[in-house]
């Protein structure tokens, strides 16, 4: 399965020769030796005697290439990366209710970093009928790791003028700023904006409250003020929507809200598949499973988050339902089983 990036449906997909061709002159040129750097380097073939040259050691894993093809019944799905980071330390972003020790005994048993906390940023695009479709946007351009998503996308053959609509679970700047490019450009010029009733009438509301949200009130202002630009800027292709919605046959909105007042989730259904695209019911592959009570340090409403972030692994772990998880280890496939007192995440083994 090496080639599972560039299988299931090359319409929508990349050949691998059209991958290689567009590295050859356009877009994409920039981003496959950056890609193909993040590889065990392979020794020359040998002359006798060479010595044998091991990879470096250290540095963050990165994806081998920024998109990762799959489906769901006959849609054609594909994760882009759109870059990643870590918060250091774990505590207080993961579980300020909890002390130090008892979130670090969860995360020892897990095998899970003390220090640090990786962060992925996996946006979904999704072939469906005649629309293609993302299901947020990243961070767009101007911060170091991140806001590969429009980059990706033509690397894995998508153009961005290609998509017909952009589905946004909620406007934190890792999902909603990557609307707009350089210079303040639409990213996607051609695309309808999805974003609830509640989230929108929140951020440009008269007075946004980020509530519990751990922010000094300088980047509280610097986020509300970059959310309303960005509105403001979508105005003509934006269109307001309610949890319950079927954008098109086989996507459904849920209402998830809690991490910020609007937030949404997607499930995306063809045949008997479902995939329940979680977006930001958890940050972090242990902390918020192991005791699904403990919050994150970004919420707007810590009560709230916590009641639909149960309620929705309750629903993913009992219909078994397939995962598509915003911030978990690229490519952000999995499944959820109860665990003790809590939940687990069972990452969906895949192939470079
Ligand atoms: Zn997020």
Same mark, same amino acid.
């Given at each position: 399965?090496?080639?599972?990036?560039?299988?299931?449906?090359?319409?929508?997909?990349?050949?691998?020769?059209?991958?290689?061709?567009?590295?050859?002159?356009?877009?994409?040129?920039?981003?496959?030796?950056?890609?193909?750097a993040?590889?065990?380097?392979?020794?020359?073939?040998?002359?006798p005697?060479?010595?044998?040259t091991?990879?470096?050691?250290?540095?963050?894993?990165?994806?081998?290439?920024?998109?990762?093809?799959?489906?769901i019944g006959?849609?054609?799905?594909m994760a882009i990366?759109?870059g990643?980071?870590?918060?250091?330390?774990v505590?207080?972003?993961?579980?300020?209710?909890?002390t130090?020790?008892?979130?670090?005994?969860v995360?020892r048993?897990?095998?899970?970093p003390l220090?640090?906390a990786? =962060?992925e940023f996996?946006?979904?695009?999704?072939?469906m009928?005649?629309?293609?479709?993302?299901?947020d946007?990243?961070?767009?351009?101007g911060?170091?790791?991140?806001?590969?998503?429009? /980059?990706?996308?033509?690397a894995?053959?998508?153009s961005?003028?290609?998509?017909?609509g952009?589905v946004?679970?909620?406007?934190h700047?890792?999902?909603?700023?990557?609307?707009?490019?350089?210079? /303040?450009?639409l990213t996607?010029?051609?695309?309808?904006?999805?974003?609830?009733?509640?989230?929108h009438?929140?951020w440009t509301?008269?007075?946004?409250?980020?509530?519990?949200?751990?922010?000094?009130?300088k980047?509280?202002?610097?986020w509300?003020?970059?959310?309303?630009?960005i509105f403001?800027?979508? +105005?003509?292709?934006?269109?307001?929507?309610?949890p319950?919605d079927?954008?098109v046959?086989?996507?459904?909105?849920?209402?998830?809200?809690?991490h910020t007042?609007?937030?949404?989730?997607?499930?995306?259904t063809?045949?008997?598949?479902?995939?329940v695209?979680?977006?930001?019911i958890?940050?972090n592959?242990?902390?918020?499973?192991?005791?699904?009570r403990?919050?994150?340090?970004?919420?707007?409403?810590?009560?709230?988050a916590v009641?639909?972030?149960i309620?929705?692994?309750?629903?993913?772990?009992?219909?078994?339902?397939?995962?598509?998880?915003?911030?978990?280890?690229?490519p952000?496939?999995?499944? =959820?089983?109860? +665990?003790?007192?809590g939940?687990?995440?069972? =990452?969906?083994?895949?192939?470079?």
């Amino acid at each position: 399965m090496a080639d599972v990036e560039v299988q299931g449906g090359l319409g929508f997909a990349s050949s691998r020769r059209t991958l290689l061709a567009a590295g050859a002159g356009l877009a994409g040129a920039a981003m496959l030796p950056r890609f193909a750097a993040a590889q065990p380097s392979k020794p020359a073939p040998s002359a006798p005697g060479a010595a044998k040259t091991l990879p470096a050691p250290g540095g963050a894993p990165a994806p081998k290439q920024g998109f990762h093809a799959f489906t769901i019944g006959s849609i054609q799905a594909m994760a882009i990366h759109d870059g990643a980071s870590s918060f250091a330390p774990v505590h207080p972003m993961f579980a300020p209710e909890a002390t130090v020790d008892e979130l670090n005994a969860v995360l020892r048993d897990h095998f899970h970093p003390l220090d640090k906390a990786p =962060i992925e940023f996996n946006v979904l695009a999704l072939k469906m009928g005649a629309e293609t479709i993302l299901i947020d946007t990243g961070f767009g351009p101007g911060q170091d790791g991140v806001g590969k998503t429009a /980059d990706n996308l033509r690397a894995a053959g998508i153009s961005p003028e290609s998509v017909t609509g952009i589905v946004i679970t909620h406007a934190h700047g890792d999902h909603f700023h990557g609307l707009l490019g350089a210079n /303040d450009s639409l990213t996607y010029p051609n695309a309808k904006v999805f974003v609830s009733r509640k989230e929108h009438d929140f951020w440009t509301g008269a007075t946004p409250d980020l509530g519990e949200t751990a922010l000094d009130a300088k980047t509280k202002g610097a986020w509300i003020a970059r959310g309303q630009a960005i509105f403001k800027k979508i +105005q003509p292709n934006l269109q307001i929507v309610a949890p319950g919605d079927k954008l098109v046959s086989g996507l459904e909105l849920i209402d998830t809200s809690g991490h910020t007042p609007g937030h949404t989730s997607v499930i995306v259904t063809s045949g008997s598949e479902s995939v329940v695209v979680a977006g930001d019911i958890m940050h972090n592959r242990v902390a918020m499973l192991a005791n699904p009570r403990w919050t994150f340090s970004l919420d707007v409403n810590k009560k709230d988050a916590v009641k639909s972030r149960i309620a929705m692994f309750e629903r993913i772990a009992s219909e078994r339902l397939r995962v598509f998880a915003y911030h978990l280890p690229w490519p952000g496939l999995g499944n =959820i089983r109860k +665990q003790g007192a809590g939940f687990e995440w069972m =990452i969906e083994p895949w192939a470079w």
